[in-house]
């Protein structure tokens, strides 16, 4: 199912050492044990760049691992990202991690970010608590 709004065709990608440079040098950057998330805004569409060291796993197949889960999970939601490039760090923690550990993290990253836009598990109305006075409960009038 490769279509042009579900592929990662070259033009997605990060790919030269001076876009990584200049990424790494002024971007926006946030993380979480799995990875670092630096983001550099610009008016090109999304693209994505990996850095997975043997740091993170001496084995080429768990670097391979996080590269794919990454790569496909930034497929998904490709279109709905702000524009912009996007470098993901992998941490050594994330040789350990599940698939869905791996893509929820960066999922995470790009909402911390602000890359994302708000889902509607973020934008619903918050709760309202009861105050002492007005509630009918015995639980909430002993405090």
């Known amino acids: 199912m490769s279509t042009a709004t579900s592929a990662f065709p070259r ?9 990584y440079r200049r990424v790494f040098e002024g971007a926006r950057r946030c ?11 610009s008016e090109t569409p999304a693209r994505l760049g990996l850095a997975v060291s043997r740091k993170v796993d001496k084995r080429a197949v768990g670097r391979n691992r996080i590269k794919r889960q990454l790569r496909e999970q930034f497929r998904c ?25 791996l893509r929820a993290s960066f999922q995470r990253l ?3 970010a602000g890359a994302l836009p708000a889902s509607s598990a ?22």
């Not at 979480?32 to 983001?39: C, E, I, R, S, T």
């Not at 619903?124 to 009038?141: D, F, V």
């Open 77 to 101: 939601v490709r279109m709905q990202l702000a524009a912009g490039d996007y470098v993901i760090v992998a941490r050594s923690a994330a040789a350990s991690a599940s698939a869905a550990e």
């Open 110 to 112: 790009l909402s911390r």
């Open 122 to 143: 973020e934008v619903t109305m918050p709760r309202i608590l009861n105050s002492p006075s007005t509630s009918t409960t015995p639980e909430a009038n002993a405090g």
């Open 11 to 19: 033009q997605a990608r990060v790919r030269s050492g001076s876009d």
């Open 31 to 41: 993380s979480d044990p799995l990875f670092a998330l630096h983001w550099l805004q």
